[in-house]
């Protein structure tokens, strides 16, 4: 939050449009809830496919002369619908390496995966809106840093849940925090699965 909080600034100054990428690559829980505590234009998450088009018509009609600027967020894993993509030629060298390389003016294969979310809805945006837009990439920054009060609380909790756990013989189950309490749920229903934000969040209707 404090670096959406600063990115906010500096469209403000700017007076662009900040494209903000945060984590996310399959849920949106990060993007949505910053996106609300800054107080963002728009929030782009995976959940919801979005046309940059509606986008773009949303900023356009929040934006004024008092009012020269916006800050969208985006999870890392936003999907955009009504993109085109150019295909390009495939050589046999990039064909085995991962999925993720890509060749850079070099002709070297480099791993690019963080800030193409940023950098597709910041270019798509440009086409469609007379502000500038500028791409900013904040996910893999952010997982440093020094642990807040809620932090603490949960490392603490979840310790002695740990204890509790082991002293009454439970087995196969994970600590976790069922606001309000600390609950013990089973392994099966912990892993293997993603928990992407409902359509019918609270969230959302904020």
């Known amino acids: 939050i404090d670096m ?11 007076h662009k449009i900040a494209v903000v990428e945060v984590q996310g690559e399959e849920a949106g829980w990060i993007a949505l809830q910053a996106g609300i505590a800054v107080a963002a234009d728009a929030v782009l998450i995976p959940e919801i496919p979005v046309d940059l088009k509606n986008v773009a018509t949303h900023l356009k009609n929040k ?9 969208v967020v985006v999870a890392q894993g936003a999907k955009i619908i009504n993109q085109t993509k150019n295909e390009e030629p495939v050589s046999s060298l990039k064909a085995s390496l991962s999925p993720l390389a890509s060749s850079d003016s070099n002709s070297e294969f480099v791993i690019h995966s963080s800030g193409q979310a940023a950098q ?6 440009q086409l469609q809106i007379a502000e500038e837009t500028f791409p900013m990439v904040i996910g893999p920054w952010v997982r440093g840093g020094a642990p807040s009060a809620v932090d603490r609380q949960l490392g603490v909790a979840y310790g002695a849940g740990a204890v509790q756990a082991l002293e009454a013989g439970s087995k196969g189950v994970m600590v976790a925090f069922v606001p309000p309490d600390v609950k013990f749920v089973p392994l099966a229903e912990a892993i ?5 934000v409902p359509a019918e969040s609270m969230f959302f209707k904020v």
Do not use: E, H
Request: glycine share 6%; net charge positive; charged share 30%.
């Open 4 to 14: 959406l909080d600063r990115a906010r600034l500096a469209a403000k100054a700017a």
């Open 63 to 71: 934006m004024s002369d008092k009012k020269s600027w916006g800050l």
């Open 120 to 125: 597709a809805v910041a270019t798509g945006l």
């Open 192 to 196: 293997n699965k993603v928990r992407t």
